[in-house]
Each structure stands twice: as C-alpha cells, then as structure tokens.
C-alpha cells in the first residue's frame, strides 16, 4: 500500500464531488477469503465519485483489506458500498490528532436496505 497513487493508472478517471457525510466502515480479507472482520468503525467521506471515495479514517486500515462502508440517509434508509483500498496517507488534523486519508475504488454497490 502507497501513501498515495502509484502512477496514473490508480489517479482518479472520473470527476469527484465534495460531499462529506459521516459513516461506519468494516474491513474484511479480499474476496474469496472468509468473511472475517478485524476492524470496525466510524469515518467520514470528504469527496466521492461514481467509481470512489475519499475517506477520513481514525485508523489506518490493512494493504489487503476491503472496506464495507455504510451510510446513513434517514429513517433507516441505509446504503452499503464496499471498495477496495488503492491509498492511505497520514494527516495531522489540527487540535484532534492523527487520522489517515484513504482512497478507494469501488467494487460492489450501492446496495440500498432498511434497518429497523
């Protein structure tokens, strides 16, 4: 895993809008794997695309993982994505501490469902 795109082949391909919007985040092995979750938690999107998302993360998640994020919208109107991890770079945000900036592609999704 790089601190930021290897060569123009992993750069953005498609316009990205700013929209951050909080979410909760799973990582689990690459497919084929058993779907085993060793890290969970919350982040933030900052920017997204058709094709990926920018995300701000507490911590810093695993070269082989893939993220399985969910957002909410309103009353129990949720939206799973789940995206491969291309990119993680550390960030000090001032007067919080360290996060990491992780870039994804997307993979599966959006998958829309209800949580009661």
């Known amino acids: ?5 290897r060569d ?4 953005r391909r498609e316009p990205r809008v700013e929209h951050w919007q909080p979410c909760t985040y799973e990582t689990s092995e690459t497919p084929g794997e058993s779907p085993v979750s060793d890290q969970v938690g919350d982040a933030v ?13 507490e911590k ?11 957002t909410s919208h309103s009353l129990g109107r949720k939206t799973l994505l789940v995206f491969d991890i291309r990119w993680v770079r550390p960030v000090e945000v001032p007067a919080v501490g360290h996060y990491y900036l992780v870039g994804c592609r997307r993979t ?6 209800l949580q009661f």
């Open 8 to 11: 123009a082949g992993e750069r």
């Open 45 to 57: 999107t900052l920017d997204q695309s058709t094709e990926g998302m920018l995300l701000l993360m």
């Open 60 to 70: 810093s998640p695993a070269p082989t993982k893939m993220l399985e994020i969910h």
């Open 108 to 113: 599966f999704g959006p998958y829309h469902y």
């Open 1 to 5: 895993m790089s601190a930021a795109p």
